[in-house]
């Protein structure tokens, strides 16, 4: 319910500050005295757009409040909680601070929100409808989410997007699967080819380095090999090893015949026999330089080879030459995951098949489902439309069923449609009803869809347009039984509708030299009868008059007595008041 309305610097209107109750709230006033301007600052605080002039003349910005307290299980708290805005308190406080050069700002729970967060919070409290203004029920996107609503089909029409989503997610793998399967087909042979290539070629890591090294090596081993041969010749032509070995073996007979335990000989013959071992490991090492540096003269030219292709095949492939062996795996990775890949793409494909049997079967109950849905609102709606002066008019629910083009929704396209005219082709309800007709069939529709609506506010501008007498007392009656459900308000010129009402407010305009300024003002029990009165008669208020509209708020008060008594959804917590701020 909509509990408070602050409206300050606002078009006409400096300051107001409305307290509203349950049912219905009628807003009357002469023709131009600004009862739009307060619904179109109603429609600000919810992310109206901005008309040029909003802000008062010679006022910096302008600001509208509004205060919410809807029930436990309103949606709403649902969108504040998915959006990570404050949801602490019973209340859904939405402000908008527009300035005079046309930036606005908004605010939920007193949390900065941009425009469309608060047109989003704003949609599933409130709904506006004027004589060319139908929210919803003009915008043929939201046609079957109300018939969802209204068939008690929501459930089954969310379970449905999921069956969807299961259903996309399956094909996007599948394709995804099938790109990189036709990628690696285009390439097979490509793989192939450098499998069998590098696989004889074996290249290993850190090997380019090795072979530069050995190749710089080779090349000056011509006259290292020069040398090293001559220096083994030296020691092979003199035979140093055999007379060191002669000269050990005297010595250690001179040893041996030497008494005492200082003995010089032994320590000579231990010098020599180091010195033996020495040159026998020299020799050994001299053998092994020969051997490296000029044993095999062609090994030069293998490595060359060996590094020359190793370096041609990593520029063939945009590799390094130690990245070859990667290279070569990540090939061979290439062509297993082709053999691989089928059994995976059998399994994707399965998942695929299933999960879009699940969502066209769901999807034909869910279409099914709506078109009896569809017969039963028809029906409601034809109901409401004879008091309404629509008697010759028909609606109806169109459901384009079409399985080639399924959606998240499913596979119906959802249209109201009506006709105004016997034997008139239906058309779409926005260009076929007048604006008169238009807000009677929309109050009509209303009548028959409250019990499945969630919004807490509904409002009327000028639904009873070119009707009088006893269709307009039929407006208030079916105005009064949606206000049983839903809180209501409208903006009327009938007295008729007027009457109906729960609560009344007069709009007025007081003009000064200096300005121009409209004032609002919530009427008392007598002061209804006045305004009622004027409605009735004019400039000039009869007695007549007077007696005429006591009539009428006495037989709305008797109807509204006999009427069920509205249910109070429970609050979400106990209340906690809050002041609207204004800046």
Known sequence: MLTALQIQDFVLIDQARLALGSGMTALTGETGA????????????????????AVRQGAKQGVVSVIFEPGAEHPVWGVLEENGLDTGEDQVILRRVQNADGRGRGFVNDQPVSIGMLRRVGETLIEIHGQHDGRGFLTASAHRDML?????????????????????????????????????????????????????????????????????ELMSSDKIADDLNAAAAAMSEGGFDTKLAASLRRIDRAAERMEGDDNPLAQLAARLDAALNEAAEARIALDAAISRYGADPDELDRVEERLFALRAEARKHGVTPDGLRAFLEKAQGALD???????????????????????????????????????????????????????????????????????????????FMVATNPGAPAGPLKTIASGGELSRFVLAMKAALAAKENRTVIIFDEVDAGVGGAVADAVGERLARLA????????????????????????????????????????????????????????????????????????????????PARKKAAPKKPAQKKLVKSG
């Open 337 to 415: 995951g082709l053999e691989q890949g089928e059994a995976a793409f059998g399994a994707l494909e399965k998942a695929m098949g299933e999960a879009k049997a699940a969502y066209g079967k769901a999807a034909r109950a869910l279409s099914t489902e709506r078109a009896e849905a569809a017969k039963k609102l028809d029906r409601a709606v034809a109901q409401e439309l004879a008091p309404l002066k629509l008697g010759k008019a028909a609606f109806e629910t169109r459901i384009d069923t079409d399985e080639t083009h399924p959606t998240s929704d499913g596979i119906d396209a959802v249209e």
């Open 484 to 563: 049983a459900g839903a809180q209501v308000l409208v903006v009327t010129h009938s007295p008729q509708v007027a009457a109906r009402a729960c609560a009344h407010w007069r709009i007025e305009k007081n003009q000064s030299k200096s300005s121009t300024l409209t004032k609002v003002t919530p009427l008392t029990r007598e002061d209804r009868e006045e305004e009622i009165a004027r409605m009735l008669s004019g400039a000039e208020i009869t007695e007549e008059a007077r007696a005429a509209a006591r009539r009428l708020l006495g037989a709305a008060q008797d109807d509204a007595a006999a009427r």
């Open 34 to 53: 600004g009862k739009s301007i307060l619904l179109d600052a109603l429609g600000l605080a919810v992310g109206g757009r901005a008309e040029r002039g």
């Open 148 to 216: 969802d609503e209204f068939g008690g089909l929501t459930k089954k029409a969310a379970a449905l997007a999921g069956l969807w989503r299961d259903w996309r997610d399956a094909e996007d793998a599948l394709e995804e699967k099938k790109r990189e399967r036709d990628a690696a087909m285009r390439e097979a042979d490509y793989l192939r080819h450098v499998v069998d290539r590098l696989g004889k070629l074996d290249p290993q890591a850190d090997e380019e380095a090795a072979l530069a090294e050995r190749r710089a």
